[in-house]
């Protein structure tokens, strides 16, 4: 699959070469609390190693004969009692099937020098590299003059091009992301009581992530009750929740590098009132309204014209005299992938294999009362599917699971 995803890359670049710069390790001392070590995602999408400090330099020839080169630290039995067995150039090989690898301190003497003098390399004329100059390795070749007698492209495109379409791992982890978050969602609806603080909430949650074996989660988790239900990004999730309100949870778990991204709205008392489900339905029949159009070849701009003119047809009276479109401020949607915000462009059509999510929600804040309801779908051949189906969606089954249906 990795070589796979090596050779669709190459089938977008012309003759050059593409550097690939991996994350580096985030030292304890600077970072105590947030020191472990996450792999550059598109590092991380063609070579599937969690190695720091390490580049990955790939040949683009027009006669097809294109080649892979890793540079990865050497392993340090001294530091290994810190670190655990590591994996150096000789693992690698072993790991990756990619037969040149050296070790990190050769990628100047054996890349860069190599590029300076040119000669073996000058038929080379693209030069591939990642905005963000800002990465070291990108940094040196831009400051030893090695862009000359090359144009410089940016490799940031044809590789979301690629991440935008996911292939059948990547299906597979962001199914199992979906799943777990809406395990954790279940949870937060079956656990969740009035006097409860929100904080407790995102502990179950991200209890609930790791017991189910997510590495981490996808962003900070929003858990926003009553007056906060309105607050989009509200991550600080300190307040008491009141018998009466609405809590919003916008949560993802990660699994293996893709994460989820599932927004749930449920009554801390477990019984919607009858203005909560007033609005809660509409924001889910426009979902619905959405969801049945997603198929190949429709856009967003489409999916949320759709959604616009749902709200302005349905909210009669709901949100005063305008209605209830003006009130959903934010995006329908985003894709989903390794970012939670992935790459990819928002013009292009939806193709098998990308994923989305959709997302309206409405804001009322006089009220204090806002509902956000927010699936990951897949587009498929015949049409779509919802990957976080198992989260509860209607008043019926949330309050069902709540205890508080009739
Ligand atoms: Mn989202």
Redesign the pocket.
């Known amino acids: 699959m990795l070589e796979a995803r090596r050779e669709q890359l190459f089938e977008r670049l012309k003759e050059g070469i593409a550097v690939i710069r991996s994350a580096d390790r985030r030292a304890y001392d600077e970072y105590p609390q947030d020191s472990d070590f996450r792999q550059d995602n598109n590092f991380y999408y063609l070579t599937g190693l969690e190695t720091p400090e390490s580049w990955l330099v790939m040949f683009s020839r027009s006669d097809g004969r294109d080649s892979v080169v890793l540079f990865v630290p050497e392993r340090d039995p001294s530091q290994e009692i810190w670190t655990g067995s590591q994996v150096g150039p000789a693992e690698v090989k072993k790991l990756t099937g990619i037969k040149s690898v050296y070790p990190s301190s050769e990628f100047e003497k054996r890349f860069l020098r190599q590029l300076a003098r040119g000669a073996q390399l000058a038929k080379y004329t693209h030069l591939y590299l990642l905005a963000g100059v800002g990465v070291p390795g990108v940094r040196e070749i831009v400051d030893l003059g090695l862009e000359t007698h090359r144009s410089i492209s940016d490799l940031g495109e044809p590789l979301a091009e690629l991440r935008q379409v996911k292939d059948s791992v990547e299906l597979a982890r962001l199914r199992r992301a979906a799943w777990i978050t809406g395990e954790a969602q279940r949870e937060a609806m079956r656990s969740v009581r009035p006097g409860m603080y929100e904080y407790e909430l995102e502990a179950l949650i991200e209890y609930v992530f790791r017991l189910r074996g997510a590495e981490r989660v996808g962003f900070p988790s929003i858990v926003g009750s009553g007056p906060n239900s309105v607050i989009l990004h509200h991550d600080k999730n300190r307040r008491r929740m009141e018998d009466g309100d609405l809590v919003v949870v916008d949560v993802g778990a990660e699994f293996e590098y893709y994460t989820a991204?599932v927004t749930r709205t449920f009554p801390v008392n477990g019984k919607f009132s009858e203005r909560q489900r007033e609005v809660y339905e509409l924001v889910l029949a426009t979902q619905e309204a959405v969801l049945e159009a997603i198929r190949p070849g429709v856009t967003m701009r489409e999916l949320r014209a759709i959604a616009d003119r749902y709200l302005r047809e349905h909210s009669s009276g709901l949100c005063g005299r305008s209605g209830c479109q003006k009130y959903f401020v934010h995006g329908l949607g985003?894709w989903l992938g390794m970012d939670?915000h992935d790459v990819g462009s928002y013009t292009s059509a939806l193709e098998p294999g990308m994923v989305l999510?959709v997302?309206p929600g409405i804001y009322l804040a006089e009220e204090g009362l806002g509902v956000r309801i927010?699936d990951d779908v897949l587009v498929t051949e015949e049409g779509h599917e919802v990957l976080s189906k198992n989260a509860p969606r209607t008043v019926w089954e949330i309050e069902d699971l709540m205890g508080r249906a009739p």
């Open positions: 991204d985003h939670v999510t997302e927010e």
